[in-house]
Structure formats: structure tokens, C-alpha cells
């Protein structure tokens, strides 16, 4: 069974980041190239605080489907209804987060995705590599 379709690595994914890569090259990545042109660096850092917002939240998606979850995303990205409502625009627009997701009220992105599952991978993994360990230990000690 392919890990990706293995429950135990999407349930361990679905769990908060600790940390998340952030490549020291990413402002040269077109889209950002693209994000900072249509709202300079404050729209890029605006970006990388909803990484890390994703990052922290479970399930990786951040929510803004009613009034309240704007204005706290307002608060938190220090900017005004009409600044998230540009920036939200520009990321669907430039494929940083799938506007069919931010359709349903919701922030998220495949990036994000893709590291959740290659931590929720290790994970599992650990967890199997900690049990065998200790089930082999026991055996030694018997």
C-alpha cells in the first residue's frame, strides 16, 4: 500500500507543524516573483504568515468563510478587509492556494499539503522503527 493512501500517514498529517521548509531562494519562485509585483514585500510577508498560520492549524486550512474569520485574519496579517480580499485574490490568481478551496471558505495550499504528508510519512515511520527497536530490545533482555 502506497503511504500517501495509508490512514495512519493521513491521520498523523493532519496534525500541527512544528516547522515547515521555507526555501532561502522562495522570493525567486515566479509566483512570489509575481505576488511581491502585485503587493510588494508587505504581500509577501502576508504570505509566509498564512504558511505559517496553515502550518499550525489542523488540518493545514485556514478558515474564512464568515465575517469573524476575516476580521480575525484582518487582525493577525495586519491589513483591512479590502488588503486580505487583494491578497486572498492574487494567490487563487497566481496558484498559491487552490481557489476552489478558498471558494468553500477556506485557505490552504498544496505545498502545505505536501509537507504535512512528508511529516505525518516520517511520523509512521518512526513510530514503526521505535517499535521494532523495542520489541527487539525486549527480546535481547529475555
Not at 9 to 22: N, T, Y
Not at 62 to 73: G, K, Q
Not at 91 to 111: K, T, Y
Amino acid at each position: 500500500m502506497d503511504s500517501l493512501d495509508n490512514p495512519e500517514v493521513q491521520d498523523a498529517s493532519m496534525a500541527p507543524m512544528l516547522f515547515f521548509p521555507h526555501d532561502a531562494d522562495s522570493a525567486s519562485d515566479v509566483k512570489c516573483r509575481r505576488l511581491i509585483l502585485r503587493l510588494g514585500y508587505e504581500g509577501y510577508g502576508r504570505w509566509w504568515r498564512l504558511c505559517e498560520l496553515m502550518a499550525s492549524a489542523t488540518g493545514h486550512a485556514v478558515p474564512c468563510a464568515t465575517e469573524e474569520d476575516r476580521m480575525l485574519l484582518c487582525d493577525e496579517l495586519r491589513c483591512d478587509e479590502d488588503g486580505l480580499s487583494a491578497l486572498l485574490d492574487a494567490l487563487a490568481d497566481l496558484g498559491l492556494v487552490p481557489g476552489d478551496v478558498l471558494a468553500e471558505g477556506h485557505i490552504a495550499s498544496e505545498r502545505m499539503t505536501k509537507n504535512a504528508l512528508y511529516f505525518g510519512r516520517r511520523k509512521v515511520n518512526g513510530r514503526k522503527g521505535g517499535y521494532a527497536k523495542a520489541a527487539r530490545d525486549k527480546e535481547r533482555k529475555a
